[in-house]
């Protein structure tokens, strides 16, 4: 069993499920992972993380004293799940404050480009008539299309949720 896994399960076992997922479901879910089993470790005593759940789960008092220890640390563990996303900030920065208007604008560029393209397909599979046998792949693309496309640049522009709105702000008393 990974590192995550395991996270995940201990995670399951404590009720910290829907905490700990969000980060867990991250890209740097690895970092994350690897925290919860150093908390865990430290709390049981167990060197071997594979029986971190099973220490766990035969014990109310160690389970207690992991969510606290868990909770204890939920700005750091913030932090290292949003580590990636500092890079793409300072990129971001970075090309803010260059001359080159192209640099400055390629996002805006780029989300008009697949936000017209999108509009573009929508429309033509509504009225134009499909092949037959191509039905499933013009429903793939739309998906693709609305759910990553759309989806990624209205979460870019305007934030994913309530829940990445309380992480940021998490991260941001962090640092101060």
């Given at each position: 069993?990974?590192?995550?896994?395991i996270?995940?399960?201990?995670?399951?076992?404590?009720?910290?499920?829907?905490k700990?997922?969000?980060?867990?479901?991250?890209?740097?879910?690895?970092?994350?992972?690897d925290?919860?089993?150093?908390?865990a470790?430290?709390?049981t005593?167990?060197?071997?993380?594979?029986n971190l759940?099973d220490?766990l789960?035969s014990?109310?008092t160690?389970?207690?004293?992991?969510?606290?220890?868990?909770?204890?640390?939920e700005?750091?563990?913030?932090t290292?799940?949003?580590?990636n996303v500092q890079?793409?900030?300072?990129?971001?920065q970075?090309a803010?404050?260059?001359?080159?208007?192209?640099?400055?604008?390629?996002?805006?560029y780029f989300s008009?480009?697949?936000?017209?393209?999108?509009?573009?397909?929508?429309?033509?599979i509504?009225f134009?008539d499909?092949?037959?046998?191509?039905?499933?792949?013009?429903?793939?693309?739309l998906?693709?299309?609305l759910?990553?496309?759309l989806?990624?640049?209205?979460?870019?522009?305007?934030?994913?949720?309530q829940?990445?709105?309380?992480?940021?702000?998490l991260i941001?008393?962090?640092?101060?």
């Amino acid at each position: 069993m990974g590192p995550i896994a395991i996270a995940v399960g201990l995670a399951k076992l404590t009720g910290l499920d829907e905490k700990l997922g969000n980060w867990l479901s991250g890209s740097n879910a690895a970092g994350v992972a690897d925290k919860v089993i150093d908390i865990a470790k430290t709390v049981t005593g167990t060197k071997d993380p594979a029986n971190l759940v099973d220490a766990l789960s035969s014990n109310d008092t160690l389970q207690t004293q992991f969510r606290l220890a868990v909770l204890n640390k939920e700005q750091e563990l913030a932090t290292i799940a949003l580590q990636n996303v500092q890079g793409a900030r300072q990129l971001q920065q970075a090309a803010l404050e260059q001359d080159d208007r192209v640099a400055k604008r390629f996002i805006y560029y780029f989300s008009w480009f697949w936000a017209i393209a999108t509009s573009l397909y929508i429309a033509a599979i509504t009225f134009v008539d499909i092949p037959d046998g191509s039905e499933r792949f013009a429903d793939t693309i739309l998906g693709f299309l609305l759910g990553t496309t759309l989806g990624a640049i209205l979460n870019f522009f305007y934030g994913s949720s309530q829940g990445s709105k309380s992480k940021t702000d998490l991260i941001g008393r962090y640092k101060q």
